[in-house]
């Protein structure tokens, strides 16, 4: 029996596959609202039970706030399968990093199924999560029980940490990590995503972009006013206007001193990766029902946006009447949420001072606009010539004919923590179709990439078993 | 028996008062929410019965759209009593002008009590309409009663127009005034409002600035889309914020081209009723929690920037998510609601024009940034030296002790239908103090002032009754 074997009897296993995701798709677990993570978790350590693989639930210890069950860091899932053959030397070990937390679901409207039912249509599967991430997380743990069933034995050391609050910024998961130091240690970790192009090749991505996360709230009157003392009274949701306007100008430059002070310019290998990525312009842009692209972009320099630019963006807004018809008042407050994007050498927690520093220089004061931190998160990028990267291309190859390299990828996850606590290379690779509407209404996955990609993680972990590490080649 | 004793009669009414009002506001009528229209004017027109008063319903025919219910205007409550004493002479008539209908209750978790309650403390009554208009319309009503049963005749004709959209523009009213233009025909009309200082002294108001209240909706993707896109993607709150940015200057000056080429001067007896009016800076600002005023003006800069300021307000804001935490989405639409407050001579039609042109010279286009016309009311001014205005001003001091005049308020109402319509000069005096908490929670209505107004309402019946009109006197 070989890998060939394997993945015929995961295509014949293809219902399971469907039925784990949609037990998890029905556990509602938005992070945002603290909705059902604890539920999920539970939902989640089940699966994993049933799948053979050895599962703890970890808690970090309570804050000691009056509240402390609401201040409590939600639970992480840990799994742990030893591989049981002797080799003569010590075996490696690979961990799966995932989470059980999803996006809220607003604009609740907009779906056409129920978003916490797993309703499946043809080749779709359409829920909250089902792409992002309770999806990947169902092929990395089936992976692992089918090769179980089908060999008896994994062909190295099999960790999994499944997180609840990735939506949100993965808070305490640098805490985790700390704690659970031992228990996560590892030689190399497969995040948690991984996209798949218009074309059905794999996107295998090396790094993420930093997120810093703020909310602006500008405070008028104490109470809503009738709007004809407009004459008198300064209104909030102008002077979060003119705030707005001092941050970025028409092309997304930020307008912030420093800003981009310790960016640094790609190397020669991460340019060379960033001219062989494939982008189907005409097929983004029907997909968002967009004209042009910000800057009139094209070709590499769309790669080179994705992988490089850091940005603000306004994620939400709110201020005063906002229901039908008209209502004719000064509101009292008025708030922006805004998330930036950072990339490598930008720390979060520098340029949120220098964010705020800014704002005073330029004449707002903390009394009338405050600023708050909700997260922040550095970027992070593995090494584009580590060996890793080849394990993860070949199995890719494999099952899927094709694979492209990303330097980064635009969005933003806790690999920071990762590298930095564990010191092992990061690897994305996945399930996820690049239009399967992740963070909006009607998120779906395809059930024929899930299946390839629970094929996929079988032959990483075959790869993986053999590989020389980066640090055991070099001298000690 | 004289006017003393019937304010003697009027005091021992008190219960009866707040009985009447209560029923109103218990009647939720919130214009723009279509919400209990219909059924708050059977309710007006149940009191108006009960107090004497002949009352008719009137509607305007169905405009036809498929729709036909829910584009209907809603019903005018008409009442009439005429005068049965003969004089020998044409009697004069007076118009009572008032509305049934509510702003919204939002933000609602604001109030300390249910809106829709009217619940008394002490000296006050609590509820949304409590004071506008509800408790206006009511010292008008209970002023009409009480003169009839005390007198057994009124002094002049009463006409009542009762409508149900003042807090939406008073859409219909023009079209009512014009197609029962002889029901309504008349020789002076007391406004819905009026103002009662912090001493206590009312604010007779002879104008109302103009209105023109918009909507601006940019659109960006067909649907939310994940934020690490921002560097594609162009957001519409982006949008929206440069936009509004182009609109005022700091000083709340608006930039748009030609806003103020039709603005007179004030006239010299405008100008010396300016310095009259009194205005508690420190009590304004305390009741507002603010510590300066736009453009820090004072003393009489006051009242001139709330007779003549044209205004450029964000009434109402949103995008994206505004719940909990974060969620990071480049959101598809942003919008805003704006009310324009206008003075003399300003149409809000042309302003409106002149708002899009100015947005479409300045690089936004129609596709991407929609524009849309919610209302539009001109504004209005009587005649300062208008007989009628020492009618109201001598009733008023007999009941108050003092009273102010001003020259116009800085709200809106549709005073220019009324005075083109039916060419009669339009005054506000009434029984709202000015911190009451209109258009906000936990608005209020105060007993003592209910009872003061509806006596002044009978001293104004009774002058009027024998006033010459400014027309009389004028050679035919």
Chains 1, 2 share one sequence.
């Not at 005063?320 to 490598?344: H, M, N, Q």
């Not at 990028?381 to 899927?400: G, H, I, K, L, M």
Request: net charge negative.
């Amino acid at each position: 029996m070989d890998r060939q074997d394997l993945f015929s009897y995961i295509d014949s296993r293809k219902d399971d596959v469907i039925a784990d995701l949609q037990s998890l798709i029905r556990q509602r677990s938005v992070s945002a609202k603290k909705q059902g993570l604890e539920q999920c978790a539970a939902v989640v350590a089940g699966i994993m039970i049933k799948a053979g693989i050895n599962t703890r639930i970890l808690n970090l210890p309570k804050d000691g706030k009056p509240d402390g069950q609401s201040s409590m860091a939600p639970p992480i899932v840990y799994g742990e399968v030893k591989m049981k053959r002797k080799t003569g030397r010590t075996p490696r070990t690979l961990l799966f990093y995932n989470h059980y937390d999803v996006q809220p679901e607003d604009p609740i409207e907009l779906w056409e199924h129920d978003p916490y039912e797993g309703i499946v249509e043809g080749d779709y599967i359409y829920g909250r999560g089902s792409s992002d991430d309770k999806g990947e997380l169902i092929t990395r743990i089936k992976a692992v029980e089918y090769y179980l069933k089908f060999f008896g034995d994994v062909p190295c050391n099999i960790k999994f940490l499944v997180e609840g609050e990735e939506e949100i910024g993965s808070i305490h998961v640098g805490e985790y990590l700390a704690k659970y130091h031992d228990d996560f240690a590892c030689d190399g970790v497969i995040w948690e995503f991984g996209y798949v192009n218009e074309q059905n090749i794999p996107i295998i991505t090396l790094g993420m972009k930093g997120l810093l996360f703020v909310e602006l709230t500008a405070t008028g009157p104490t109470r809503d006013a009738h709007s004809s003392l407009a004459v008198l009274i300064e209104n909030p949701a102008w002077k979060l206007v003119r705030a707005l306007n001092k941050l970025t100008d028409t092309s997304g430059r930020i307008l912030i001193n420093d800003w981009y002070k310790e960016v640094r310019d790609l190397t020669e290998s991460e340019k060379a990766y960033l001219n062989t990525e494939s982008f189907d312009e005409i097929r983004f842009k029907t997909e968002y029902g967009i004209h042009s692209f910000l800057n009139n972009v094209q070709g590499v320099e769309i790669q080179k946006a994705l992988v490089t630019m850091p940005t603000c963006n306004i994620a939400g807004m709110i201020s005063g009447y906002t229901g039908e018809g008209a209502k004719t008042i000064i509101p009292s407050t008025a708030s922006v949420k805004i998330d930036f994007r950072l990339v490598p050498e930008m720390d979060p927690l520098v340029q949120f001072e220098r964010l705020k520093k800014y704002l005073f220089d330029n004449g707002f004061d903390e009394r009338s606009l405050k600023v708050r931190l909700l997260h922040g998160e550095a970027a992070s990028r593995t090494n584009v010539d580590d060996p890793f990267v080849d394990v993860v291309s070949e199995s890719a190859r494999e099952v899927y004919g094709d694979a492209k390299i990303s330097v980064s990828s635009p969005a933003t996850g806790p690999m920071d923590s990762f590298s930095k606590n564990l010191n092992v290379p990061c690897i994305s690779i996945g399930s996820t179709f690049i239009y399967s509407k992740m963070h909006s209404p009607n998120e779906f996955a395809r059930t024929d990439l899930l299946l390839k990609t629970t094929k996929c993680m079988c032959g990483i972990m075959d790869r993986f078993a053999s590989q020389n590490s980066m640090t055991e080649n070099q001298p000690e």
